[in-house]
Structures are given as structure tokens and as C-alpha cells.
């Protein structure tokens, strides 16, 4: 089968994850892939993104696929169930605004800029190297909050891509429930 120039796109995800860890301005890159698939979805897209443009997922089915790091399981019903999926998407939006509020108060000089990067939403991990810039201390922010929540969900990725299939993280991920909403939305 001929590879097309979408099948590489796991190069700029693990690129993104490998740029943070040196330099957490990078994270601002991130929006992409939150904006591109809710505008493909909602320019009668569906979810082409997911299928075919997602670079996590290409990833992880690479990893867990061709190199053989799954288990290669089936997912238990709970975790593909509609609940679990709306919950998790409720609870990462929790998680994101906290991050955007947390963002406001540094822009609002209320906190001083935290140079750690938050993994699993609960392990504060000190990332202070990353940070070589004068830039304004909220877009810093901004960026250890944003790739706190993009190093997170590629860890959650990871850890059900060990224990179920490949691309079990693309079941209940947040940008796929929302894309798929908007599908439901728009029939």
C-alpha cells in the first residue's frame, strides 16, 4: 500500500512531546490539533481527522501495532461505554479550564508563573529547563498548562495502548467525543 504524506503525521506528534521537554513554548503548537479536528468536523468532515490525520493515533498504532507494545486486548465495556466517554470529556474540561483559569490568574498577577508541567493532573513534575525565554509569564503558562494536558493524554494513550489495543486512547479521547458530537449535531 502507497504511504501518503497524512501516514507521517506521528512524526510532528512525537516531535511536539520531544520540542516541549526542551523548550515548553512549543506547547502553543498543540492548538492545532485541538482546533483542526472540531473545523474539519464542522465543515462536514466527520471524523477524517481521527481516521486518517491524527498523529497520536498514528503513533500509537505504531508503536502498539508494528513494533508489537500492545497486548492487542479488547477494551472492557465500561471504558467504551458512552458514560465513561462524556464523563472523561466532562472531566478533561474541567482539567483544561483549570489550566486556562490558572493561566488568567498569572495574567492577572495574582500568581507568579509556575515553571512545572502537571502529568496525569496530579504529579507535579518540576520543568523549569524548558523555560530559556522573557516572554510574557502567562503565555509560559499557558504552555506548561497546555503541554502538561497534551503530555497527559499521550500517557493515557500510551498506558491503554499496553494494556488493550493499539489505538484504544482514540475510544473515549476528548477531540474524538466532541468531533463525534459535532457529527451527531449536524445529522
Given amino acids: 500500500m502507497k504511504k501518503r504524506w497524512y501516514d507521517f503525521l506521528w512524526i510532528p506528534s512525537l516531535l511536539y512531546l520531544i520540542l516541549g521537554f526542551f523548550n515548553i513554548l512549543f506547547a502553543w503548537l498543540g492548538l492545532i490539533c485541538f482546533f483542526v479536528p472540531l473545523v474539519i468536523s464542522l ?15 498514528q503513533l500509537l498504532a505504531l508503536v502498539g501495532g508494528r513494533y508489537g507494545f500492545s497486548r492487542k486486548k479488547d477494551m472492557p465495556r465500561i471504558l467504551r461505554s458512552k458514560w465513561f466517554r462524556y464523563g472523561f470529556l466532562i472531566f478533561f474540561f474541567v482539567m483544561f479550564f483549570q489550566m486556562l483559569w490558572n493561566t488568567w490568574l498569572v495574567f492577572s498577577e495574582v500568581n507568579d508563573l509556575r515553571q512545572a508541567v502537571t502529568l496525569l493532573w496530579s504529579f507535579r513534575l518540576p520543568w523549569h529547563w524548558a523555560y530559556h525565554s522573557s516572554v510574557t509569564p502567562w503565555v509560559a503558562q499557558f504552555a506548561f498548562g497546555f503541554y502538561s494536558v497534551m503530555l497527559t493524554s499521550t500517557v ?22 466532541m468531533t463525534q458530537l459535532i457529527c451527531k449535531a449536524k445529522a
Fill in 43 to 57: 465543515l462536514g468532515g466527520g471524523k477524517t481527522y481521527c481516521n486518517r490525520y491524527c498523529g497520536r493515533g
Fill in 156 to 177: 493515557l494513550g500510551f498506558l491503554t495502548m499496553l494494556l488493550f489495543k493499539p489505538r484504544s486512547w482514540c475510544v473515549y479521547c476528548p477531540m474524538g467525543t
